[in-house]
């Protein structure tokens, strides 16, 4: 199992009104996390405390959707990732607790400890875990950090090729600009190659 956490950082600092919104629109990306990747989430996702994600995935696909989603919106966020068994396994994922949960929370205490580095994602791997896990693992922050680099219009030009499946023409139209700007954009990213 893989698991995921991801802290919103400084939400704490925004108004009532702003953590209301943020909080509505967070709970209804988790929504659709767990319905279009439902075969690969073991349990809902959860939201706690307002600013904190909790996944239990067995691929790298809904947690890159999330990133996807999350760097979209402009949000900063640390995330911690951990594979290994889970010994509590309940409905939603802050229910759930084992190895993987504990390597993920060590990975992201880690990452707040490092106060003077720009460090935005930490992992710790089971030694008894899957290579398929350690995999997705890798190929999380691989495309975390192939996203970090991109401009917000690539981030736009991106998603809607990759996860909603539009060609350029469609993107195009849906973002009221020239096909030439969007092929020229999104061959300047590693989009094609998740496909």
């Known amino acids: 199992m893989i698991a995921a956490i991801i802290d919103i950082v400084a939400s704490r600092d925004a108004d009532a009104s702003e953590r209301k919104e943020l909080d509505r629109a967070l709970r209804e990306l988790l929504h659709e996390v767990d319905k279009r990747f439902e075969e690969y989430c073991h349990a809902h996702s959860s939201l706690t405390q307002g600013d904190s994600i909790e996944l239990l995935i067995n691929s790298w696909q809904p947690i890159v959707f999330l990133f996807h989603n999350l760097l979209m919106r402009e949000l900063r966020f640390r995330v911690g990732l951990g594979t290994g068994k889970i010994v509590i396994k309940k409905e939603e994922a802050d229910e759930c607790d084992g190895p993987a949960f504990w390597n993920a929370r060590e990975a992201i205490d880690e990452i707040k400890q490092m106060k003077y580095m720009a460090r935005t994602a930490g992992f710790k ?54 096909k030439g700007n969007v092929s020229s954009s999104l061959s300047k990213t590693p989009c094609y190659l998740l496909e």
């Open 125 to 178: 791997i089971d030694k008894e875990g899957s290579e398929k896990e350690t995999n997705a693992v890798v190929y999380s922050l691989l495309l975390l950090t192939t996203f970090l680099s991109l401009t917000s219009t690539q981030l736009e030009h991106c998603y809607y090729h990759i996860w909603e499946g539009k060609g350029i023409s469609e993107i195009a139209k849906l973002v009221e600009t020239s």
